[in-house]
């Protein structure tokens, strides 16, 4: 397999993580007091989030958009029994700029969504995956 970490277990529920690429994060259970790192499951949100907004940001770089800054937040709704995987994603991308057109945004969040986002695409076919744009105008530049 072309990608892949490594974990090497500290103490209780927690775990050194090692990107193939040679990065370190530690994982962590939140159940447990003094937890030190994202828990395997933020894990996956940050992972689709990071995934969408490097190909939101891309394309809208690529359309020539005038953004000066973008903000994802994500949220997710689980299965209450085990597995406890996703049934329902929602993503909010905030997009700052001047003069950014609202199409463009939109396009190039179902963009990611429907085509280039391997994260998104990772899970369960029946998760639920919900977006919405908000655009903040900045303030013309001073001339």
């Not at 500290?10 to 193939?20: I, K, M, N, T, V």
């Not at 949220?75 to 991308?93: C, D, I, M, Q, S």
């Not at 695409?121 to 105008?137: F, G, K, M, Y």
Request: negative net charge; hydrophobic residues 40%; proline residues 6%.
């Amino acid at each position: 397999m072309a990608d892949g970490a490594t974990l090497v277990w500290q103490e209780g529920l927690r775990f050194e993580a090692r990107s193939g690429s040679g990065h370190t994060l530690l994982v962590d259970s939140p159940s447990k007091p003094g937890h030190q790192g994202p828990s395997p499951m933020e894990l996956v949100l940050i992972g689709v989030a990071g995934c969408m907004s490097m190909d939101v940001i891309s394309i809208l770089q690529k359309m020539q958009q005038p953004v000066t800054a973008l903000q994802i937040r994500i949220a997710g709704e689980r299965n209450p029994n085990h597995p406890k995987y996703f049934t329902a994603v929602e993503l909010t991308f905030e997009v700052r700029g001047h003069g950014v057109a609202r199409e463009r945004v939109e396009r190039a969040v179902e963009l990611s969504r429907t085509t280039y986002c391997s994260a998104i695409s990772s899970l369960r076919p029946d998760c639920q995956v919900t977006t919405a744009v908000e655009i903040v105008e900045d303030h013309a530049p001073a001339t």
